[in-house]
């Protein structure tokens, strides 16, 4: 397929055009956000993606006010869930309310009904919990009863959890794991960085955050996103990282033994949407290489199911996305 410059750089004025309102999304959200300026580029890149995206850290890094603060940003209905080990799959989709009166049945929609949805540490509650968001996250619907009732939209998952070596949490089922576009590792602050949180956060801190983009403007960034373009050579490095994780031997990487399970289809789709929407959020109307990589560990970490082997070895999932940027050959 030919590469069209011109559509290439038609593509990259419509972004510029968008910058501005990105830059104010941005300057809204660091009101609050001290740091974590990745963090944020991921849950824009969701955003813009139309995917979701798991946040892992341990508790006090900012996670759910980064979520809640974006929220805010955007113009959308937001509900945040805090999800415990008593919670029903009835308390998030909704269940019938019987009406004596009319001796029916009647829907009572849950707070999944939303644009945007904080599952706030969602591994804090048994798998029957997180499996009731699995059809809301895939088909972006829900069925109560005998019905089945479309979600708003747009709608994101934007779930936090703490690891799950963490006392009283539960592992993700891997179906939903699966779910999430990208799972992004929150780490602890540098120490600037926290000086700025303790001189921010240790007084009276009155931020106001304004809603600054629509519904409508995330739509066309999406269409936008349909326009970037991302070359063949940069969709076979795509192929080859997600079908090393399933056939290691085949591309010199020695990991038979480590790797039970390799990345889904779905990590093909979300490591070229993801790709993109970074080359987006950067101001360019095509997707490099140097993109692909900036994303596959939040894309790639959480679909490769490790054997007991590799966990007796101390090898981790991101220790094997690692191996495989350094050993696939870059286009």
């Known amino acids: 397929?030919?590469?069209?410059?011109?559509?290439?750089?038609?593509?990259?004025?419509?972004?510029h055009e968008h910058t501005k309102v990105i830059e104010q999304v941005r300057s809204e959200v660091m009101?609050?956000?001290?740091?974590?300026?990745?963090?944020?580029?991921?849950?824009l890149i969701a955003l813009f993606a139309g995917g979701h995206i798991l946040l892992e850290g341990v508790p006090g890094l900012a996670k759910t006010m980064a979520v809640k603060t974006l929220a805010q940003a955007l113009a959308l209905k937001f509900q945040r869930i805090s999800f415990t080990p008593d919670l029903l799959p009835a308390d998030l989709i909704g269940t019938q309310v019987y009406d004596p009166r009319t001796g029916a049945f009647t829907p009572k929609q849950g707070p999944v009904f939303t644009n945007f949805l904080l599952a706030d540490e969602i591994n804090r509650a048994p798998a029957k919990v997180q499996s009731a968001l699995l059809e809301a996250m895939q088909e972006h619907q829900v069925t109560i009863g005998?019905?089945?009732y479309p979600l708003p939209e747009p709608f994101l998952v934007m779930a936090t959890q703490n690891p799950i070596e963490q006392e009283g949490t539960y592992p993700l089922p891997e179906a939903q794991i699966d779910r999430f576009m990208l799972k992004c590792k929150i780490s602890?602050?540098?120490?600037?960085?926290?000086?700025?949180i303790m001189n921010r956060f240790t007084r009276k801190l009155d931020?106001?955050?304004?809603?600054?983009?629509?519904?409508?403007?995330?739509?066309?960034?999406?269409?936008l996103l349909d326009q970037v373009y991302c070359?063949?050579?940069?969709?076979?490095?795509?192929?080859?990282?997600?079908?090393?994780?399933?056939e290691p031997s085949a591309?010199?990487?020695k990991a038979d033994h480590q790797i039970e399970y390799g990345a889904s289809p779905r990590a093909t789709l979300y490591l070229n949407l993801a790709a993109r929407a970074n080359a987006l959020l950067h101001g360019r109307g095509y997707a490099t290489p140097q993109d692909v990589k900036e994303i596959a560990h939040d894309v790639l970490r959480h679909r490769i199911i490790l054997t007991y082997e590799a966990e007796a070895e101390e090898v981790t999932s991101e220790d094997l996305?690692?191996?495989?940027?350094?050993?696939?050959?870059?286009?």
């Open 321 to 331: 996305v690692t191996r495989l940027l350094e050993t696939i050959p870059v286009p």
């Open 146 to 148: 005998d019905k089945t």
């Open 188 to 196: 602890y602050p540098s120490k600037d960085d926290e000086r700025r």
């Open 251 to 253: 591309y010199n990487l």
């Open 207 to 223: 931020a106001q955050i304004n809603a600054v983009m629509t519904a409508a403007q995330i739509f066309q960034l999406r269409e």
């Open 31 to 43: 009101k609050l956000l001290v740091g974590q300026e990745r963090m944020l580029d991921r849950m």
């Open 1 to 15: 397929m030919a590469i069209d410059h011109v559509e290439i750089t038609k593509t990259t004025d419509l972004i």
């Open 231 to 246: 070359d063949e050579k940069v969709g076979d490095y795509i192929l080859d990282l997600v079908f090393a994780t399933r």
